[in-house]
């Protein structure tokens, strides 16, 4: 969808791979961003405004813990922007040591805001259709086993965002659902996150793992404001060290009726 002109929802913009794309929708000429996260960044906030005058930048504070402070945010969010074309889902942590904590904010909280956006982008009922984006993780492609919580929530968000991909939603709703699967990038979260595994021996590894090649954070959000702006309903798109790889899968099962 290109999103010139376009009303855009970014959930956790403040966060590394929020603010790079938040800079890179905002370039791309959309109108109307709002920004929900835990907590104002009032430095992000002055920036943007000041490096885009022509748009309209709001931030409402939510709690992906609590489904009723996310449908609360949908709701203002409609109030003052009449109405969205793009949703962006991307807080999230990676802290297995926190179990459902991971599971609370990387999965539930991700499906609710998928389900609160919904009845205002529903075209059958009055909205405009849209994209829905879900960040999930290489993790969710290949595992890493040294994070298998993390892994488990995100191979979650890949789940649910195909699933609503189906056509009797599409045709329905009018809404396109996208997966994308960052690569390591170079964020607040991939810093120290050795120390936040579940099975303290494995630690070690895990420190390994973080030396491991990162992409730069504004590579990445170039990138996906690409699928933003290129991908297809359904599909699920690798996103690492500056490449973008379209993900397909085997039909290992169908339904028969
Ligand atoms: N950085 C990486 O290497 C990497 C790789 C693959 C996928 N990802 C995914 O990309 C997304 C963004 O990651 P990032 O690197 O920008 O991380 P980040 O830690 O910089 O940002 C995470 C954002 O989520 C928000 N958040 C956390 N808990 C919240 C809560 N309870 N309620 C509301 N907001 C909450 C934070 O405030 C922050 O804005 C995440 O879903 C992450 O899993 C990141």
């Given at each position: 969808?290109?999103?010139?002109?376009?009303?855009?929802?970014?959930?956790?913009?403040?966060?590394?791979?929020?603010?790079?794309?938040?800079?890179?929708?905002?370039?791309s000429?959309?109108?109307?961003?709002?920004?929900?996260?835990?907590?104002?960044?009032?430095?992000?906030?002055?920036?943007?405004?000041?490096?885009?005058?022509?748009?309209?930048?709001?931030?409402?504070?939510?709690?992906?813990?609590?489904?009723?402070?996310?449908?609360a945010?949908?709701?203002?969010?409609?109030?003052?922007?009449?109405?969205?074309?793009?949703?962006?889902?991307?807080?999230?942590?990676?802290?297995?040591?926190?179990?459902?904590?991971?599971?609370?904010?990387?999965?539930?909280?991700?499906?609710?805001?998928?389900?609160?956006?919904?009845?205002?982008?529903?075209?059958?009922?009055?909205?405009?259709?849209?994209?829905?984006?879900?960040?999930?993780?290489?993790?969710?492609?290949?595992?890493?086993?040294?994070?298998?919580?993390?892994?488990?929530?995100?191979?979650?968000?890949?789940?649910?965002?195909?699933?609503?991909?189906d056509q009797?939603?599409?045709?329905?709703?009018?809404?396109?659902?996208?997966?994308?699967?960052?690569?390591?990038?170079?964020?607040?979260?991939?810093?120290?996150?050795?120390?936040?595994?579940?099975?303290?021996?494995?630690?070690?590894?895990?420190?390994?793992?973080?030396?491991?090649?990162?992409q730069?954070?504004?590579?990445?959000?170039?990138?996906?404001?690409?699928v933003?702006?290129?991908?297809?309903?359904?599909?699920?798109?690798?996103?690492?060290?500056?490449?973008?790889?379209?993900?397909?899968?085997?039909?290992?099962?169908?339904?028969?009726?």
């Amino acid at each position: 969808m290109e999103l010139k002109g376009k009303n855009v929802i970014y959930s956790g913009g403040f966060g590394g791979i929020g603010q790079a794309c938040i800079k890179e929708i905002l370039n791309s000429g959309a109108k109307h961003m709002t920004i929900f996260d835990l907590v104002e960044n009032k430095e992000a906030m002055i920036g943007f405004k000041k490096s885009y005058p022509g748009a309209t930048i709001d931030f409402i504070p939510f709690d992906m813990r609590k489904k009723e402070t996310i449908t609360a945010a949908f709701k203002t969010a409609k109030a003052k922007m009449g109405h969205f074309d793009v949703l962006v889902n991307s807080c999230g942590i990676m802290m297995d040591s926190e179990v459902d904590l991971t599971i609370q904010i990387n999965l539930m909280g991700l499906i609710h805001s998928n389900l609160a956006a919904l009845p205002y982008m529903d075209k059958s009922s009055g909205g405009r259709g849209g994209v829905i984006v879900n960040i999930s993780s290489v993790a969710c492609l290949e595992p890493p086993p040294l994070y298998p919580i993390y892994s488990a929530s995100k191979d979650g968000v890949k789940a649910f965002t195909r699933s609503m991909a189906d056509q009797v939603y599409y045709d329905r709703f009018g809404v396109n659902f996208i997966t994308i699967c960052p690569g390591i990038t170079d964020t607040p979260m991939s810093e120290g996150f050795y120390t936040r595994v579940f099975f303290k021996f494995v630690e070690e590894k895990a420190q390994a793992l973080a030396k491991a090649k990162q992409q730069p954070v504004d590579v990445l959000a170039k990138n996906i404001i690409k699928v933003m702006e290129t991908g297809k309903n359904g599909g699920v798109y690798m996103l690492n060290l500056g490449n973008i790889e379209e993900i397909t899968f085997p039909k290992f099962w169908e339904a028969t009726f």
